[in-house]
């Protein structure tokens, strides 16, 4: 059993706004390399970087985290993950990249969803608001096309964010018995297995600043991980959803200084309202040893 720390929704939301800064830098190589590296070569070298930094670090520890007790719980963290990836592509391939990432940020939204219906939580109204004011703040910045509702591509999208909320829910209940570094380990063992598989055929050379940038990547994920899989160890998905839309702040801030893409009005306003939304999910409530107002079950508990 993995010891649990002191639970704060504080230190929770800041280790997610870091994992999804790592994410949104992680995205930013993808971008800088876009037109030379193809998807699968680009994915399955940032997966094997990231799992060989792991194992190194796994090695000089004596192999002692690879033990595991719930690997059936490690395969579908990690054949979400994949699927929530590989159906984000997809989705960014038949439809804009905007509406794949409106779609993808549905996470939040699923996960107390999922909550509810197979954990019996139950969800307060100020973090449904908070929740709804991320969100809007996120389609404010991203300015979706109308065809979001019309195109059947954005279906792919929807189910990518409704896959990585299953994902996240895995996480939080691996908390419960394996260390990070033993998450990290067996996630990257199984994405590299399925990009191995996928980048069959679609070799291509790749120059020495291609792989400093795609191991600059894995380490990001490494990052992401890390920072993720800590997060819920202070909080509970459902909690600390919200901050899932730093991402697309990130993104923005990121596109005006290196893609020279616009920073209007409308960024700025919607970066108002991801932020408020942030400080609603964790204003009023209690942290003092993972008491909150309301009666919410722990979440993950049985199983």
């Known amino acids: 059993m993995q010891a649990q720390p002191k639970q704060s929704l504080l230190i929770g939301s800041i280790f997610i706004v870091l994992a999804f800064l790592a994410n949104t830098i992680q995205s930013v ?69 905007m509406n794949a990432n409106v779609l993808l940020n549905t996470t939040p939204i699923f996960i107390p969803l999922l909550a509810m219906a197979f954990l019996h939580s139950r969800i307060n109204k100020q ?18 096309s109308t065809t979001i509702f019309t195109d059947p591509g954005n279906l792919l999208g929807l189910l990518a964010g409704f896959v990585t909320a299953i994902e996240f829910l895995a996480v939080k209940k691996l908390d419960d018995s394996d260390s990070p570094l033993t998450q990290m380990f067996y996630f990257l063992l199984i994405g590299t297995v399925i990009s ?36 819920y160890m202070y909080a509970k998905p459902h909690e600390i959803g919200a901050f899932q839309y730093s991402s697309v702040v990130f993104a923005a801030i990121f596109g005006w200084v290196f893609f020279k893409e616009s920073l209007d009005v409308a960024t700025i306003v919607g970066t108002l309202l991801v932020c408020v939304g942030g400080y ?24």
């Open 29 to 97: 190589f993808g971008k800088a390399i876009e037109s030379q590296i193809s998807v699968e070569m680009f994915s399955w070298v940032t997966f094997l970087s990231a799992l060989i930094v792991v194992t190194i670090i796994v090695a000089i520890r004596g192999f002692q985290d690879v033990k595991t007790t719930v690997l059936p719980m490690h395969l579908l963290r990690g054949g979400t993950g994949i699927a929530g990836f590989l159906l984000f592509i997809g989705a960014a391939q038949l439809t804009s990249l």
């Open 127 to 144: 973090l449904w608001m908070a929740i709804a004011l991320g969100f809007a703040g996120m389609v404010i910045i991203v300015k979706p």
């Open 196 to 231: 191995s598989f996928l980048v069959i055929g679609k070799f291509q050379a790749i120059t020495p600043t291609h792989m400093l940038i795609m191991l600059g990547t894995g380490i990001c994920l490494v990052l992401f991980q890390f920072l993720l899989i800590k997060a």
């Open 280 to 303: 609603l999910s964790i204003s009023g409530r209690k942290d003092n040893n993972g008491e909150e107002n309301g009666t919410n079950k722990e979440l993950l508990k049985a199983g």
